[in-house]
């Protein structure tokens, strides 16, 4: 919802700078008492000339000091997408490239979709900079890299740290999806009260993954993605469409059509067939993907904390999900990469079959038949909404559609993992020096050898394809443990596979070793994360689980050693209890299972405070000179 600022009377800012109306000074220095009594006066005189002066819409929450830090390079680290005269870019065919245009058009849109999802106050906050930039505020320029670059007021570091980019604001439990002055507590009472007067239908729409919910008196009401951004989407769906017409791949021109009928009608069985003929795309040129992943809203998921809601919707048949965020994607794809990726396919049944407790539930992955899973490692082009939020960290791979989607649990479809080559490239001298002051601090120097940072690839790679591992259903019942749960099953499955695959011969005993140290050392965390914050917190657990097994120790002075012999078999033990924690649905033993490993130790904070000393980084920004130029044109 954007907030709309109407007065017929002049505005006058006193952000940052001395006004002066008579002899009557205000600014910064001003108490705030005597501020706001002065302005009243003030006010109340000017309406002699219908001249006002207000306070601004928005205060600044960051000092300059703090916005000059944050904006520095040694801060704000940068992931460049692709040149203009990216080789990959002018090896396209015409076609491609004019479809490539309407493709980065199309996702960019989602920029100012996700930032209404994300937070009530985000695009009238993005329009109150531009207009102070406008007048010379130094402070808002600075400001506006850092709202560019976490696209959004709201964002965690790395410190754990929630960077609030406007002073008096608070992020939201139900972030942009639900009213900002809707409680957990009103909210459960409401759908309480309209399940009882048999509005079942209604509350099934509002607990669904892809609807904005308002306030319809003392009720709410539901509005599909679809018909809410009824102009956004429809404009995305025409780009798709004259992609199509010019794209060289008929399998993918196939699915673009699909996505932008998706986008115009309001079915979700429509974004289901669009994600089932998304997750059969292997050769083809070019990488367009709508993400939609449920990681923010913390509000849906809290409806089965409350016993009576919970019983109620049980009754119904309803099963809440959480709303989803919306991303784009637009790259080309790196044959060389995924051909190379694509090894790992013929061992997924050997996976499966390995998997805990696989007799007890149905998983995407078969053990007797073929994968219905495609791989692609991509050149990006552009990261737009979600996918392209840096908040203390971006995506580096993901594994759709979810298994929440119509796609996977009607359809029968399978799911694609894409690689994101330009997030997880390291080509610099200066990146690699940094990487080694890290190690120097952390790890046990024994170990250095063992330390490849292609292996975080391997490991990646293990770690999307377990997430097609393991129980597909059931799992809603956990709550706000869900996506922790499954973060640290996807991760564990991953360490868990290494002898099976290195017997199998996908791996060399070096290369184990490499992905079990390099796992180690990059599972470290420079601060305790917040709840909030799943594929952190799965971290924690991780390394307290660990440390407790034997298989990893933290010295007193905060320095990492591994016994690499002990790691596998304790990340199949964990994984173990993950499975029969996911298989329970139940949300007290989900609570329970995060509570006794999300532990963070004395020794923990000690090494974290040794990364501290050689890495200042605690956020990061996105460059896309290619994208930015298509957009131009």
Not at 309 to 314: I, M, N, Q, S
Not at 402 to 428: A, C, F, M, P, W
Request: proline share 3%; net charge negative.
């Amino acid at each position: 919802m954007q907030i709309n600022n109407t007065n017929n009377r002049q505005q006058i800012d006193l952000k940052g700078v001395k006004y002066v109306r008579g002899n009557s000074p205000i600014d910064d220095n001003t108490p705030k008492d005597k501020s706001d009594k002065l302005i009243g006066e003030l006010d109340k005189m000017s309406m002699i000339n219908n001249v006002g002066i207000t306070k601004p819409e928005f205060e600044l929450g960051l000092t300059r000091e703090e916005l000059e830090k944050r904006t520095h390079k040694d801060y704000l680290t940068t992931k460049k997408m692709l040149a203009v005269d990216a080789p990959e870019y002018l090896a396209l065919s015409d076609g491609d490239k004019e479809a490539l245009k309407h493709l980065t058009k199309a996702a960019a849109r989602l920029d100012k979709v996700e930032m209404i999802l994300d937070d009530h106050n985000n695009l009238a906050f993005k329009e109150y900079l531009e207009k102070e930039i406008a007048k010379g505020n130094e402070d808002a320029r600075l400001t506006k890299i850092l709202f560019d670059a976490q696209k959004g007021i709201f964002a965690l570091d790395r410190d754990s740290n929630m960077i609030k980019l406007a002073k008096g604001l608070e992020p939201k439990k139900g972030i942009g999806v639900y009213p900002s002055d809707l409680t957990r507590e009103e909210f459960h009472a409401i759908l309480i009260k309209m399940m009882k007067e048999g509005k079942v239908d209604e509350v099934a729409k509002i607990l669904n993954q892809r609807s904005v919910v308002e306030r319809d008196g003392d009720e709410l009401k539901a509005t599909d993605y679809v018909d809410y951004f009824k102009e956004d989407f429809e404009c995305m769906a025409s780009e798709l469409e004259k992609a199509a017409e010019t794209s060289t791949n008929e399998d993918f021109n196939e699915y673009l059509k699909l996505q932008a009928k998706a986008l115009r009608t309001a079915d979700p069985m429509l974004d289901g067939y669009a994600d089932k003929k998304w997750a059969t795309l292997q050769d083809t040129p070019l990488e367009f993907t709508i993400t939609r992943e449920n990681y923010s809203d913390e509000m849906t998921e809290s409806v089965v904390e409350n016993p009576e809601l919970k019983k109620l919707l049980d009754e119904n048949g309803i099963v809440p999900v959480s709303k989803d965020c919306l991303g784009g994607r637009v790259g080309i794809v790196n044959k060389e990469g995924t051909d190379a990726i694509l090894n790992v396919k013929k061992y997924l049944p050997l996976m499966a079959q390995n998997m805990p407790l696989n007799d007890k539930y149905i998983q995407n992955i078969s053990a007797d038949k073929e994968s219905k899973q495609t791989m692609v490692d991509v050149d990006l082009v552009g990261v737009y909404g979600d996918v392209g939020e840096y908040r203390a960290g971006i995506t580096l791979a993901e594994n759709l559609p979810n298994d929440d989607k119509l796609s996977v649990s009607e359809l029968g479809g399978g799911r694609r993992n894409v690689y994101h080559r330009q997030i997880r490239l390291i080509t610099s001298d200066d990146a690699r020096e940094k990487m080694q002051k890290r190690l120097d601090a952390i790890l046990n120097k024994d170990l250095h050898k063992y330390y490849n940072d292609e292996a975080d690839h391997w490991f990646t790679i293990g770690h999307e394809n377990g997430h097609s591992l393991g129980p597909k259903s059931g799992t809603e019942g956990l709550g706000k443990y869900k996506s922790i749960i499954e973060e640290n099953k996807a991760d564990m499955v991953s360490l868990a596979m290494l002898d099976v695959l290195t017997d199998a011969g996908m791996y060399t005993k070096e290369q184990k070793e490499q992905m079990i140290v390099t796992y180690a050392a990059d599972n470290m965390l420079m601060a305790k994360p917040t709840l909030s914050q799943a594929h952190r917190v799965r971290s924690v657990m991780q390394n307290y689980f660990f440390i407790k097994e034997g298989a990893m120790s933290i010295s007193k002075d905060g320095v990492l050693d591994v016994n690499i012999d002990k790691m596998v078999e304790t990340a199949k033990k964990m994984l173990k209890e993950i499975i029969e924690v996911q298989l329970s649905g139940d949300f007290s033993r989900g609570e329970k299972y995060v509570n006794d490993y999300f532990v963070w130790t004395p020794e923990m904070e000690t090494l974290a405070q040794n990364i501290k000393k050689v890495s200042k980084t605690l956020n990061g920004k996105v460059e896309s000179p290619l994208a930015d130029k298509l957009l131009s044109e």
